[in-house]
DNA sequence: CAAGAATGCGAGCGGGCGCTCGTGTTTGTC
DNA sequence: GACAAACACGAGCGCCCGCTCGCATTCTTG
């Protein structure tokens, strides 16, 4: 059943074949949204902007996507599986069973690192302007990382209320995201100094919830 | 020598006399404005939809704004002017003097009123995608309340460098911006729920820096 | 090689945007 | 009432947007 040649995902009815040159291409369109779309949001960048920020033509862009939300839809769920695939393991749930100032580092130290390095994907995150079918999927990325939040959060504290953990989940990533945005905001050691802040006041959040100390299990 | 005629391009000159039916109109247009941001975020807000929901014409809008911009400037001023005169008088020195529980309760739900009432402050605040010059009057806005946060932290604990002071002014500016999204984006229970969690975070935050008792000068 | 698919181009389309302008109506002042 | 200023209208201008299309070029395959 399975194809010996190249994985065939044999999705709808799409007999594209993509060439390494058409997947290097749309890896540089990708790039070149996040960056246009860093520059200036969803609503306002162009993809005329990020057509010419690649490299290519608008008609080259259209080639490989059929409108200008595919693209944000892409660059978001590229970005969130690559976040996951390269730190999804900090929400393991050996990390639950630390202390809690070395939870937050370890799960957070990871994600702020990424996201300097892609300073796109708050972003999108962000984004609250957009036409309504972006939305969707917006949230759908957003709630994959709040499950993700909330099940270690579920696990730390197991006995929570679905109702409250649901709610410190939701607060506890939006602190983080308001954090984010000021860390991104700065350098240098003003970066550093908020990161700080951004651990403190998750800290001070937490620790009447979870706990402060770790798990019992010894080593 | 006063001007008897002829406007000039005299800065400080404002030969426009307002009546009453303008001033009316003005206030219907910034309403319409507020909405249709709120709806729709600054970039993507259109002004034939102001002037609709306002229930105008295009041009007459334009007799009153000069373009798009003015009328979020104008709105963001307002509503900073109004906020502070219904409720500046949380920032008193007199209430940093509370102990750290009430002194959030005094500041935070006469400002968590506010902004329910006015969810298009929120959206202005929040606004990244924008023109440049748009972007210097809101930081302006951004600054204004952030100073009062600064001058309380400041007031309440005086042994805070001036560095240390703006890191967590400005980062529970930025904690209060994000659980008030939060607040906004529920209703009833659940938005009471978020505001007594946005409260837990802010204490947790701000309890190790500014001390949890009422008296200002601690050992 | 030939042939077809994938890739690439860029002028230009339809449309909605911010905004204007000529004209008509209401209001304040004498 | 006479007159000017303020107010109101809405068709429409110019612009730029997302996106298309016809055609040229490059790759893959046999």
Redesign the pocket.
């Known amino acids: 059943m399975s194809e010996s040649k190249a994985g065939q995902p044999d999705e709808t009815a799409k007999?594209?074949?993509?060439?390494?040159?058409?997947e290097r291409?749309i890896q540089q369109l990708l790039d070149a949204a996040a960056s246009v779309f860093c520059r200036a949001g969803y609503t306002s960048?162009?993809?005329?902007a990020i057509a010419r920020e690649a490299g290519?033509?608008?008609?080259?862009l259209?080639?490989f996507f059929p409108?200008?939300e595919a693209i944000a839809v892409e660059l978001g769920e590229r970005l969130n599986r690559r976040m996951l695939e390269t730190h999804g393991v900090v929400f393991t749930l050996e990390n639950a069973a630390l202390p809690l100032r070395e939870l937050i580092d370890a799960v957070l130290d990871p994600m702020i690192e990424f996201n300097c390095a892609n300073p796109a994907f708050l972003t999108l995150l962000q984004s609250s302007d957009a036409p309504g079918h972006f939305l969707e999927e917006h949230a759908a990325l957003h709630d994959s990382i709040q499950d993700r939040i909330g099940e270690l959060i579920g696990v730390r504290n197991p006995g929570l209320s679905p109702e409250r953990r649901t709610h410190t989940a939701n607060m506890a990533f939006a602190l983080f995201k308001a954090g984010l945005g000021l860390i991104l905001g700065h350098e240098g050691a003003e970066r550093e100094a908020y990161v700080a802040e951004l651990k403190t006041a998750l800290y001070g959040y937490l620790a009447p919830v979870l706990g402060t100390e770790g798990a019992p299990a010894r080593p």
């Open positions: 007999p594209r074949r993509r060439q390494a040159r058409g291409r960048a162009s993809t005329n290519v033509s608008p008609g080259t259209y080639q409108n200008k």
